[in-house]
């Protein structure tokens, strides 16, 4: 996307806004919205937006998912959504699962919930060539990656972490 000129970019499930923020900084020229649907994530993430200098450029909507984009198409849409099972919960570190809301970890028993939702609505919000990448818990990606592929997802990678783990997928609007 850097060398794009002028891109539009949604952060979906912004939480403390760390991608918006991190888009708007590293891509002067990004116009960069971010959801939620808690109203208490999004004042954190208008928080962190004026400290990083950004607030200007980033665009703060509440609701669930893509509802809050209407008909907008954006070159990107990216995500970091909740991707634990409910039945995982209990095995987290103390400091993850008593301090981040349940809300932000976990969609419920389908881990992939959330997942399955940005694949079928995403490709009708991007633009020809656009690209939906997510973070996925571990083992997740490969999963995830059928599911964009379903969507008519196109050049679809996985991308490592720091440890080797399969962390992030990616896939673009046909065009």
Partial sequence: LSG???????????GSGAIAVAVAHLLPLARVVA????PEALVVAQTNAARNG????????????????????????????????????????????EW??????SPGSDALLVYRRLASEAPARLKPGGVLGVEVGAGQARAV???????????ISLHHDTAGIERVVIGSAAG
Avoid: C, K
């Fill in 4 to 14: 794009r000129g002028e891109v539009t970019v949604a952060d979906i499930g912004t």
């Fill in 35 to 38: 959801v939620d649907l808690s």
């Fill in 54 to 97: 950004v607030a200007e450029r980033v665009e703060f909507r509440q609701g669930d998912l893509l509802a809050p984009l209407g008909g907008e198409r954006f070159d990107a849409i990216l995500s970091n959504p909740p991707y634990i099972g409910e039945h995982e919960l209990t095995g987290l570190m103390p400091e993850v699962r």
């Fill in 100 to 105: 981040e809301p349940h809300l932000a970890l």
């Fill in 145 to 155: 990656a059928s599911l964009f592929r379903q969507a008519g997802l196109v050049d």
